[in-house]
Nanobody, 122 residues
Framework: QVQLVESGGGLVQAGGSLRLSCAASGRSISAYYMGWFRQAPGKEREFVAGISWSGGSTYYSDSVKGRFTISRDNTKNMVYLQMNSLKFEDTAVYYC???????????????WGKGTLVTVSS
């Protein structure tokens, strides 16, 4: 079992930057593929970014590619999402998730945090 807690959300102007953090406890995140997802008001939860067990591979949705960067520090049991050039359309609740077999599904990941709200003003 692993517990995930997101932090770093808040209000930011369009064009600005924000870094989200995901702190894990209960088990080392080295056992998990890690991902970030988001859910905008009235929308379905969608995949944003994923990173492999040792950080060697990353994967991004087309909407954030080139602007967002996912990273992990297994020694600190932390995962990060650096968000640059933020747009109004990035406004959403952002969730950290973990999966032992490497899924990137907005519904099938094994473990989820409770989310942190990111609001981008125009």
């Amino acid at each position: 079992q692993v517990q995930l807690v997101e932090s770093g959300g808040g209000l930011v102007q369009a064009g600005g930057s924000l870094r989200l953090s995901c702190a894990a406890s209960g088990r080392s995140i080295s056992a998990y593929y890690m991902g970030w997802f988001r859910q905008a008001p009235g929308k379905e939860r969608e995949f944003v970014a994923g990173i492999s067990w040792s950080g060697g591979s990353t994967y991004y949705s087309d909407s954030v590619k080139g602007r967002f960067t996912i990273s992990r520090d297994n020694t600190k049991n932390m995962v990060y999402l650096q968000m640059n050039s933020l747009k109004f359309e990035d406004t959403a609740v952002y969730y950290c998730a973990a999966d032992s077999v490497g899924r990137r599904s907005p519904t099938r990941m094994e473990y989820w945090g409770k989310g942190t709200l990111v609001t981008v003003s125009s």
